[in-house]
């Protein structure tokens, strides 16, 4: 992905255009408008387009990220914010993944222990799934069938109903029913994004 058309939109006040590009290029000005429309564009001429734009290469991969943090970890237990409750909001620019435009990826915050390593470390998991489709394990959230409460930890599939869980903050291996599983995808610490917490 990239922001090509935008850039061309914001520097339009600075007098340039898409046939001032062409020219620079070298190209045809309808090669312009097919770079604007393509979904990926060859690195050698988004360099090329920040050159006559005047601009950041990184102008051109980072996008505007706005997204509310559906739940946070506390007392080793993943708890997710109420409709009455006001969810935090993450917000910056970030050469983000197909994640962050998901609406149905699951953003879990670390708020377990203000001293510990991974306080304020941002989890992202899958929209929620049936258990079913765990063939052998995986790692994520899972909700327990009988208290309905929340664990992140390792899944392993012992039998049809039953899994063997592992929760990250406890260790200790129980096998219960579970209602419904979300996959990992990857971690962040909230310190090294470019991105501020509202």
């Given at each position: ?22 020219d ?6 309808r ?52 409709d ?5 909001v ?14 149905k990826?699951?953003?879990i ?5 203000a ?33 309905q ?45 470019p991105?501020?917490?509202?």
């Amino acid at each position: 992905m990239h922001n090509l058309a935008e850039i061309f939109k914001r520097e339009k006040v600075n007098g340039k255009s898409q046939k001032g590009a062409a020219d620079f290029l070298k190209i045809d000005h309808r090669s312009v408008s097919r770079h604007m429309k393509q979904k990926s564009i060859g690195l050698d001429i988004l360099y090329k387009y920040a050159e006559y734009l005047e601009c950041k290469i990184e102008d051109f991969i980072t996008q505007e990220v706005s997204r509310q943090i559906n739940g946070y970890v506390k007392n080793n237990q993943i708890n997710f914010y109420g409709d009455a409750e006001e969810r935090p909001v993450l917000h910056g620019y970030f050469a983000a993944s197909w994640w962050w435009d998901d609406k149905k990826t699951i953003i879990i915050i670390d708020k377990n222990d203000a001293k510990g390593v991974y306080y304020n470390m941002l989890n992202f998991y899958t929209a929620w799934r049936n258990p079913i489709r765990i063939k052998d394990q995986m790692t994520g959230i899972y909700q327990r069938k009988d208290t309905q409460q929340n664990y992140g930890g390792i899944i392993h599939r012992k039998t049809d109903q039953q899994f063997i869980c592992r929760n990250f903050y406890d260790a200790y291996p129980t096998t219960i029913e579970l209602t419904r599983v979300a996959k990992f995808i990857c971690a962040y610490t909230l310190n090294d994004l470019p991105l501020s917490l509202k």
